[in-house]
């Protein structure tokens, strides 16, 4: 069955308000989405499909797939504490890292494709990982990979949001953002975790750090081995000791070496459509760029190209674009100084 024939069924089953039949060939097309391996789309229609199903409160409910993910929160109170909900589509092939990291990441994703093989043999499953170092060195870029690996729904916390100046507000805050994420088998991704070893700074009560810290230990001691949280950081250091025990996985992700860049540059450039218009020159500007992180270089990478199409003809005949290593070598040099990084 193609799944235009499902469309036409989906069309005419919602026309005629049959609603089990509609919710059955709904299940039906998101299992041949997952089969094609349109993962991104079948997660987001089994979304739709749960929210709705839960809005209306239909007693079809059992004829839903039991997958869970994250739902519509009806409280807009939860709503605030959620900056994004996200599927991801991105895979190892999109990251570029330190060897080490990739394993010990392809190992944490191993655990969870074998949580039932380790759960026969009661032994635990990793599912608290703390990313740490640098800005931009990809810490939300492998955020994005665990979660498009395992084809989970990820939600990204508004820590602003989290944080209250009110005692016992943000224990609160977190405790609701656990309890919704446990029932519901998703990724709880926080950035800068370590402004929450910093509530300090937002309360008169010095209590009040040590009762987030206290409440976010129980809460990573009762969350469910198939809920994973992922804490990014740039301030390691500034984290109470016993919340760094707590993480399975403590990786550091540091700036790029040459060899990183060039991957870099060579992922960045993947679908052909543009060239250099001086490879001799590529080298040393890969050379003058060590310092700077991934993000800084693929942004004056890509901002090269943008110009580099721009000074060209109105009309391109051909879908190959020359980047122009001036440019580009301009933009790196611009970057450094606008970081006070020497040039190299």
């Known amino acids: 069955m193609s799944q235009s024939n499902f469309i036409k069924d989906i069309a005419k089953y919602g026309l005629e308000n049959d609603q089990e039949k509609l919710l059955s060939v709904l299940n039906e097309l998101i299992e041949f989405s997952k089969k094609g391996k349109r993962i991104n789309f079948a997660l987001q229609l089994q979304s739709i499909l749960k929210e709705s199903i839960n809005h209306h409160n239909t007693s079809t409910l059992t004829k839903v797939s039991s997958q869970n993910y994250f739902q519509r929160a009806n409280d807009e109170e939860l709503k605030e504490l959620i900056l994004e909900k996200l599927t991801s589509d991105y895979s190892f092939d999109n990251l570029v890292c330190e060897p080490a990291i990739k394993s010990e990441l392809e190992l944490f994703i191993k655990e969870h494709h074998s949580i039932e093989m380790l759960k026969k043999f009661d032994l635990p499953v ?158 040393k500007i890969i050379n003058s760029s060590i310092g700077l992180s991934y993000y800084s270089i693929q942004k004056t990478l890509i901002t090269a190209i943008k110009r580099s199409i721009f000074n060209q003809d109105n009309t391109i005949k051909e879908l190959i674009i020359t980047i122009n290593t001036n440019t580009w070598q301009q933009l790196i040099n611009e970057e450094k100084k606008s970081l006070d990084i020497y040039q190299v």
Do not use: W
């Open 126 to 283: 990793s599912n608290k990982v703390l990313l740490y170092g640098p800005s931009g060195c990809g810490k939300t870029l492998a955020s994005y990979v665990i979660a498009g690996e395992l084809q989970k729904m990820m939600v990204v916390i508004n820590l602003g949001a989290i944080v209250s100046s009110k005692l016992g507000e943000t224990s609160k805050n977190l405790a609701k953002i656990f309890r919704k994420a446990a029932s519901e088998d998703c990724i709880i991704f926080i950035d800068e975790f370590d402004s929450l070893g910093k509530v300090r700074d937002y309360s008169q009560d010095h209590g009040e750090m040590k009762r987030v810290v206290n409440t976010i230990l129980q809460l990573f001691d009762y969350l469910p081995q198939s809920t994973i949280v992922i804490a990014a950081t740039n301030q390691k250091e500034s984290i109470d000791s016993a919340l760094l025990r707590r993480f399975d996985f403590s990786l550091k992700l540091e700036l790029p070496t040459q060899k990183q860049i060039s991957d870099l540059v060579d992922l960045t450039l993947k679908n052909g459509h543009f060239k250099f218009d001086k490879k001799s020159a590529v080298k």
